[in-house]
């Protein structure tokens, strides 16, 4: 059974950082594309980041050099970490995970991210 389990999440004023961080269990983890997925309120869930299995990355124009996605295969954990952040990354942030060969696609329950102005 696949699990996805997120951790981080918090409240922090604009400028401020955190760092996310996904657990993953039931899968082998260079399988799968990993990525981050944000969800704001009143909004469409969108991309934040994704990392692929051999490490290429791909950003949200609008978090282009403040977040940074790694991964780590062995622990199977994908992490996010945010820099300078401001009120509109507020948003219940996603881990996802993308078999490369199936496509089957799973998702974590979701950590609620607040930057307050």
């Known amino acids: 059974q696949v699990q996805l389990v997120e951790s981080g999440g918090g409240l922090v004023q604009s400028g401020g950082s955190l760092r996310l961080s996904c657990s993953a269990s039931?899968?082998?983890?260079?399988?799968?594309?990993l990525a981050w997925y944000r969800q704001a309120p009143g909004k469409q869930r969108e991309l934040v980041a994704a990392?692929?299995?051999?490490?290429?990355?791909d950003y949200a124009d609008s978090v282009k050099g403040r977040f940074t996605i790694s991964r780590n295969n062995a622990k199977k954990t994908v992490s996010l970490q945010m820099n300078s952040l401001n009120p509109e990354d507020t948003a219940v942030y996603y881990c996802?995970?993308?078999?490369?060969?199936?496509?089957?696609?799973?998702w974590g329950q979701g950590t609620r991210v607040t930057a307050s102005s």
């Open positions: 990392i692929d299995t051999v490490g290429s990355i």
């Open positions: 996802n995970a993308r078999h490369i060969v199936t496509s089957d696609v799973y």
């Open positions: 039931g899968i082998i983890a260079n399988l799968y594309i």
